[in-house]
């Protein structure tokens, strides 16, 4: 059947506007911040809220243990270790704020997400024209990426179904950004197991390890251009507080691992690397966490990130820092 | 082979040692599309523009492919600048029907992935070797496991049924005529032969697709026109089991039959297809629709023959004592640009039914199988348009014999499994389009839809 060519608007041209100018009616998948959903896992958070409670206890017992010693030696030096406290707890509780306000900022993404996993699933029905718009929408502004952007608006044909579409989108456009954000991670992990093996006390443990933790997901998120959604975050804080958790324990419990290693100074510095690498781990984990909350399309099997390289690394830190 | 200094023997020694080669057969029945697959594979692999979902090239480890001499000097190279001038000139046409063998290679270089092998060799070297050939002589191979009593009894009783009868209705009157146990006559034999050719020639130019057309040599001689070895052809058996005796017709057409079988199909065989490592099977899907229910089933019956010969399975170790077998095995549907996007779904559904034994039997061998609706040359572009107040997609390209673009609405292919609905026998009618001009202006390659699939699928654990 045979019609006029003159009506005929090529289906090519809608992606590639979409492609090109990042419309196709985002506003349906990139939704405003809005208030997040309350969820009813009331046993959860109840366990939750006590385990935080129990962890502030411990680091309270801590400090108080050190402000008494410091107050036991002379005045001045406890007046001077409180105000210290004080100071350390104020600036821990404004950079937490600080961080938190500057994830609000970014965009929620989890209908993206959503739309991507029923692409990748369902028989294509000519969708992924509105999700490359969403997408190209998200990283309109990043420069960096604009190659990349424009080898996927190249290659991609009227000819190619959604779930070509959006496996170009991942292999071209996100693979760069994984990468980048798998350093962030790495570098992050490698700071706070130098920082936890170096630090003194359990509060300076403490304020270490949540800021970089707040710090890393906050890098990650600005990198992929979107946060976890509430579910999500609320994993993410989790991994956080047990590192927090950890690094704490383990620096209270030092001299009590010393001793059981046999008090030598081989003893005190092995058990302080340990502790190093430990908390590195436990900061990876929670970087790699917020990789596959913050990214768009959901990682593959074959492009998942792994520990091995982050482990490795830890793993030479001692002779670095030796 | 002269060595003449230190230069050329490490040349020659890396060539042996390091280089590895994948031979790649490209199967189908006539008018499948091999010649058009074959050039466009080798320009886009030259080209390298449009290949985003082979895994060498979006990883970038990709570094150019050159065409190199073949590994068999005395068959006959591959007209590919024939042939892309052709699709790509100022009448872009697509090329004649292939007349004979054609033999091409292409090296690939790269830069393997693992650190292991990139110790070993920084840039490692793929050399593709393809074969071109009319899609009639596949059709010879499956005459290798069939004795002259079984393949004559095959083709008569083929030849009986409707839609071939009235073709064959001339020869099988003569053959009513003769007598099989009769003393051989040289003139005897020489008119069945040429009633029998004149039958698959008819068979050849039929309306509806006939895809069993054995052998293949009658219709599509190569450079063997005129040879006696061409002078035989099915006749029913005779009555007494003793009179197959020597100098009967009978003996007479079965000594040719076997001669036929050892001096030309088997050497085919070998020379070819017995070391392929990769194979896709091309399917003119679209074609066997047109041609309605009874064509359809011709074709599938022509591809499950015309795969059996092959060694499908996995491979191992022991590949240099037992022979290489085909471990991957594509089924491709082409021609996938003729109809519209959102179909290209359901154009793989109906393949995947077509070639289900097929693939059954592949699989169970131990070889992998995979399904693609694919297009070698992309002549068009899916369009939406407005029709009686309905959104119809439709294709946009110029078809074959005219001279400007159209938009046609090429009908779509049922999601069930009916793809035949009862009661209207050729409910199909998908137009051939011709290649769009100004095709050799683009610097990145032939578009084509999926053939960078196709190639990930059958070389990328090479290209590791």
């Given at each position: 059947m045979e019609l006029e060519l003159d009506r005929a608007a090529a289906v090519p041209a809608e992606e590639e506007t979409a492609l090109l100018t990042?419309?196709?009616?985002p506003a349906e998948l990139l939704p405003a911040p809005a208030a997040p959903v309350r969820t009813t896992r009331r046993l959860g958070r109840w366990l939750f809220g006590a385990l935080a409670a129990l962890v502030v206890v411990a680091l309270g017992f801590d400090t108080a243990d050190l402000l008494n010693r410091a107050f036991a030696t002379s005045v001045a030096l406890g007046v001077l270790v409180a105000l210290l406290a004080a100071t350390a707890g104020i600036a821990a509780v404004a950079m937490l704020v600080n961080e938190l306000l500057s994830l609000r900022r970014l965009r929620r993404i989890e209908e993206l997400r959503a739309e991507a996993g029923r692409l990748e699933v369902e028989a294509p029905g000519g969708r992924a024209d509105r999700f490359a718009g969403s997408l190209v929408a998200l990283y309109a502004d990043r420069r960096e990426l604009a190659p990349a952007l424009a080898r996927v608006r190249d290659h991609v044909t009227d000819a190619h179904d959604e779930h070509e579409v959006v496996r170009l989108l991942d292999r071209e456009v996100l693979a760069p950004l994984d990468r980048a954000a798998y350093q962030r991670v790495l570098l992050a992990s490698r700071d706070t197991a130098v920082a936890t093996a170096l630090s003194p006390a359990a509060l300076l443990d403490f304020a270490v390890v949540l800021w970089r933790n707040l710090k890393l997901v906050r890098e990650i998120a600005s990198l992929y251009g979107a946060r976890p959604g509430y579910v999500g975050s609320l994993r993410l804080l989790r991994r956080m507080l047990a590192n927090i958790a950890v690094a704490g324990v383990t620096e209270s419990a030092h001299h009590v691992a010393v001793e059981a290693l046999g008090g030598s100074l081989a003893a005190a510095i092995s058990t302080r690397m340990g502790q190093g690498v430990i908390n590195g781990l436990l900061t990876a984990r929670v970087g790699l966490t917020a990789m596959h909350l913050c990214r768009p399309i959901a990682f593959g099997t074959d492009n998942r990130p792994s520990l091995n390289r982050i482990r490795k690394e830890l793993l030479s830190v001692p002779k670095q820092v030796l | 082979m002269r060595i003449p200094d230190l230069n050329s023997l490490y040349d020659a020694g890396s060539r042996l040692l390091l280089e590895s080669t994948v031979r790649v057969g490209v199967t189908g029945l006539r008018r499948a599309g091999k010649t058009v697959f074959v050039t466009a594979l080798v320009d886009n692999l030259l080209k390298a523009g449009r290949l985003p979902f082979l895994d060498v090239m979006s990883s970038g480890r990709f570094q150019a492919a050159r065409l190199r001499p073949q590994p068999d000097p005395d068959v006959p190279r591959f007209d590919f600048e024939g042939h892309l001038a052709v699709l790509t000139g100022p009448d872009p046409h697509w090329p004649e029907p292939t007349r004979g063998i054609g033999q091409m290679r292409v090296s690939l270089r790269y830069r393997p992935d693992s650190a292991l092998k990139r110790a070993v060799q920084p840039v490692a070297t793929l050399n593709l070797d393809l074969v071109d050939y009319p899609g009639e002589w596949l059709l010879d191979l499956p005459l290798l496991r069939q004795s002259f009593a079984e393949w004559s009894a095959l083709t008569l009783e083929l030849a009986a049924r409707p839609p071939r009868d009235e073709l064959s209705a001339s020869w099988r009157g003569w053959l009513a005529t003769?007598?099989?146990?009769?003393s051989a006559e040289e003139e005897t034999a020489r008119r069945g032969a040429a009633l029998y050719t004149d039958y698959l020639h008819a068979c050849r130019r039929a309306d509806t697709l006939l895809s069993l057309i054995q052998p293949g040599r009658f219709v599509e001689p190569g450079d063997m026109k005129d040879a006696p070895l061409l002078t035989f052809c099915p006749l029913p058996p005779p009555q007494f089991a003793g009179s197959r005796g020597r100098g009967s017709l009978w003996a007479l057409m079965e000594e040719r039959y076997e001669a036929y079988k050892t001096n030309v199909v088997r050497r085919f065989f070998s020379e070819h297809f017995a070391k392929l490592d990769r194979q896709i099977v091309l399917i003119d899907v679209l074609g066997a629709l047109n041609a309605g229910p009874a064509g359809m089933a011709d074709m599938k019956r022509a591809l499950e023959l015309s795969l059996e010969p092959f060694r499908h399975g996995s491979s191992g170790w022991l590949d240099w004592l037992l022979g290489t077998k085909i471990d991957r095995v594509l089924f491709a549907a082409t021609k996938a640009d003729h109809i519209a996007a959102h179909q290209h779904a359901q154009l793989r559904a109906l393949l995947d039914r077509l070639v289900g034994d097929a693939r059954n039997a592949i699989r169970f061998e131990g070889a992998q199988v995979e399904t693609m609706a694919i297009a070698a040359l992309k002549c068009t572009d899916s369009v939406v348009t407005e029709h009686e107040g309905r959104q119809l997609r439709c294709v946009r390209g110029v078809p074959v014999g005219r001279d400007r673009p159209t938009v046609l609405f090429p009908g779509e292919i049922p999601e069930d499994a009916e793809a035949f609905p009862p009661g209207r026998d050729r409910p199909y009618n998908f137009l051939a389009f011709r290649p769009p001009d100004d095709l050799g202006r683009d610097p990145r390659g032939l578009p084509h839809i999926r053939v960078d699939q196709a190639l990930q699928f059958l070389l990328g654990d090479y290209l590791l």
């Open positions: 990042g419309s196709g009616d | 003769i007598d099989p146990m009769a």
